[in-house]
C-alpha cells in the first residue's frame, strides 16, 4: 500500500523527486526525548545519542511502512560473515552468507516469508531480534554495549558474542515524507568469541576479529532504492607511517527512491573517533540483466573524502515480485582498498574484504 500512495503522489505532485526536509545531517546535536514529535514527525538529525522515548505509534505514518532490521558483516582472516534478521511488517527475512577467502567458496541462505507468514519478532525496545522457524537471534546487551548472536540456516550456523568498538555509533534519525521516517545505529563491532559450523565442518572465528553492524527501525518509503558499502580493517597514515583501525558504512539513495534524500550517510570511524564526510557517490556499470557489474568506485571531494576501489569477487541477488511486494536484492562480496582523508590525516587503506549492495525495495 504505501508504494502505491507514494507513486499517485510522484503522480499528481505532491511528492517530490527529491526531498530536502532542511535538516542538516552534518551538524551532531543531542538527542531528542521522544523519537516523534507532538506534530507526528519523526525529529530528525544526526545525534550524539538516543535514550528517548521510542514512540512510534505517535507517527503520522501508515503502519504497514513500519520496518526493522538488524544486519552484521564481520571480516575474519579465513571467513566474511553476514547475518541479517529483518521484519518489513509485510515480508521478513532470515539470512547467513559465508565467504571463505582462501578457496572462494560461497556459502548462503536466505529465509524470506511474505505475511502472514512472517516469522521474524523483536521485543518493544528493539534491541533483540529472533526468528521463529530456525531460533535464530541477534540481542543486544541492556547497557548496549554487546551482541549476542546466534543464526542457524539449514547447513550453516554461527554463534559469537562481539562488544562495540572504536569509538561512538553514528545514530541518526532522517526524516521522509507523509510523517514517515528512520532511527539508525551504524556501529564497529569486535568479536569476543565466535564458531563458524558449514555442514559439519566447524571453525573458530577469532577474537578481535572486526565487523560492522547497521540496526534499524522507522517507517520507510514505500519506494526505496539505495547503494551501500560497509568494511572495517586497517590502514597506514601516509604522512606518519601509524597503522590504526579504521572502518566506515557509507549509504547513499540512488534516483529509483521516491523521493531522494540526501541523508548524509558517510561515515568513518577511526580509532576511538566518528566522522561524516559531506558527500559522496558510487560510480560502476552494470554488465547484464542480471546486474553482474565491474569495478566499483567510491569517492567523494572535500577536506574528508574516498577514494575506493572495490573488486565484486560473488554476487547474491534476491528477487521477490508479488502484488504488494517488489523486491531486488543485490549484494556483492568482494575486496576493497584506496585511500581516506579524515580529520586532517590521510590514510592508505589495507586491501579488506567488504559488501557492497545495490537494491529496490517497494511494499
Same mark, same amino acid.
Not at 518509503?221 to 568494511?231: D, F, K, L, S, Y
Not at 521516491?258 to 568513518?268: L, Q
Given at each position: ?6 507513486? %499517485? ?21 543531542p ?15 544526526? %545525534? ?74 523483536h ?60 532511527l ?8 569476543? &568469541? ?15 576479529t ?6 534499524t ?25 601509524e ?36 558527500? &559522496?557517490?558510487?560510480?560502476?556499470e552494470?554488465?547484464?540483466e ?6 566499483? /568506485? ?7 573524502? %574516498? ?9 547474491? /541477488? ?8 517488489? &523486491? ?34 517497494? %511494499?
Amino acid at each position: 500500500m504505501p508504494r502505491f500512495i507514494d507513486l %499517485l503522489d510522484a503522480g499528481v505532485g505532491r511528492t517530490p523527486q527529491v526531498l530536502d526536509t532542511g535538516v542538516d545531517y552534518l551538524k551532531q546535536r543531542p538527542g531528542p526525548t521522544r523519537l516523534i514529535g507532538s506534530n507526528g514527525h519523526y525529529n530528525a538529525g544526526w %545525534l550524539e545519542s538516543f535514550d528517548g522515548q521510542l514512540n512510534l505509534r505517535d507517527s503520522d505514518a501508515l503502519d504497514l511502512s513500519f520496518q526493522r532490521w538488524f544486519h552484521l558483516a564481520f571480516d575474519g582472516p579465513q571467513h566474511f560473515i553476514v547475518c541479517n534478521l529483518a521484519n518489513l511488517t509485510r515480508a521478513s527475512n532470515c539470512a547467513l552468507l559465508v565467504v571463505d577467502k582462501h578457496t572462494g567458496a560461497f556459502e548462503n541462505v536466505s529465509l524470506t516469508h511474505v505475511r502472514p507468514g512472517d516469522t521474524v519478532r523483536h521485543d518493544d525496545a528493539l534491541r533483540h531480534f529472533h526468528d521463529d522457524e530456525t531460533g535464530s537471534f541477534i540481542r543486544t546487551s541492556a547497557d548496549l554495549s554487546r551482541v549476542h548472536i546466534c543464526m542457524r540456516t539449514q547447513h550453516l550456523t554461527f554463534v559469537a558474542t562481539a562488544h562495540h568498538a572504536m569509538g561512538p555509533p553514528m545514530v541518526q534519525v532522517t526524516r521522509f515524507q507523509r510523517g514517515r521516517g528512520v532511527l539508525q545505529w551504524y556501529r564497529i563491532l569486535e568479536l569476543e &568469541a565466535g564458531l563458524l559450523a558449514i555442514g559439519d565442518r566447524v571453525f573458530e572465528i577469532p577474537a578481535g576479529t572486526l565487523g560492522t553492524s547497521d540496526r534499524t527501525v522507522g517507517h520507510m518509503r514505500g519506494i526505496q532504492a539505495w547503494n551501500w558499502v560497509a568494511a572495517v580493517g586497517h590502514a597506514v597514515d601516509l604522512d606518519t607511517g601509524e597503522r590504526v583501525r579504521l572502518g566506515l558504512q557509507i549509504a547513499r539513495d540512488r534516483p529509483g527512491a521516491r523521493p531522494v534524500v540526501e541523508a548524509r550517510k558517510y561515515v568513518v570511524w577511526l580509532e576511538d573517533s566518528v566522522h561524516k564526510l559531506p558527500t &559522496a557517490r558510487f560510480d560502476y556499470e552494470l554488465l547484464d540483466e542480471d546486474n553482474e557489474t565491474g569495478p566499483w /568506485r567510491i569517492v567523494s571531494e572535500g577536506d574528508q573524502a %574516498l577514494e575506493l576501489d572495490f573488486t565484486p569477487r560473488f554476487h547474491r /541477488r534476491e528477487r521477490r515480485e508479488r502484488m504488494l511486494v517488489n &523486491a531486488d536484492f543485490n549484494q556483492y562480496y568482494g575486496q576493497l582498498s584506496g585511500r581516506v582523508a579524515v580529520a586532517g590525516r590521510r590514510f592508505e587503506l589495507e586491501p579488506c574484504f567488504a559488501v557492497t549492495e545495490q537494491s529496490l525495495l517497494e %511494499l
